[in-house]
């Protein structure tokens, strides 16, 4: 993104609509601290996938765990 070097993260989930639902209705400290983090983001930059962790495959992520 613009030149830099970030790390980005997700969790993936079946439903994504769900998951929303459910994050946006806790009381766990960590999703009310997310809900308010992100009440400050100034825009969403969309990126595309490099390396899939759990399933590190040629065929979705163009490379091979030799080549990260």
């Known amino acids: 993104m613009n030149g830099d ?3 980005l993260a997700y969790m ?3 439903d994504i ?6 994050a946006k209705n806790s009381s766990f400290e960590v999703d ?3 809900q308010q983090f992100k009440q400050h983001w100034e825009q969403v930059i ?8 759990e ?5 979705e ?4 765990s030799e080549q990260v």
């Open 5 to 7: 070097h970030y790390l």
């Open 61 to 64: 992520t163009g490379y091979t």
């Open 32 to 34: 009310k601290y997310h």
């Open 55 to 59: 399933n590190n495959d040629e065929k």
């Open 46 to 53: 969309p990126t595309r996938l490099l390396i899939d962790l």
């Open 17 to 22: 609509a769900q998951a929303q639902q459910v």
């Open 12 to 14: 993936r989930a079946k």
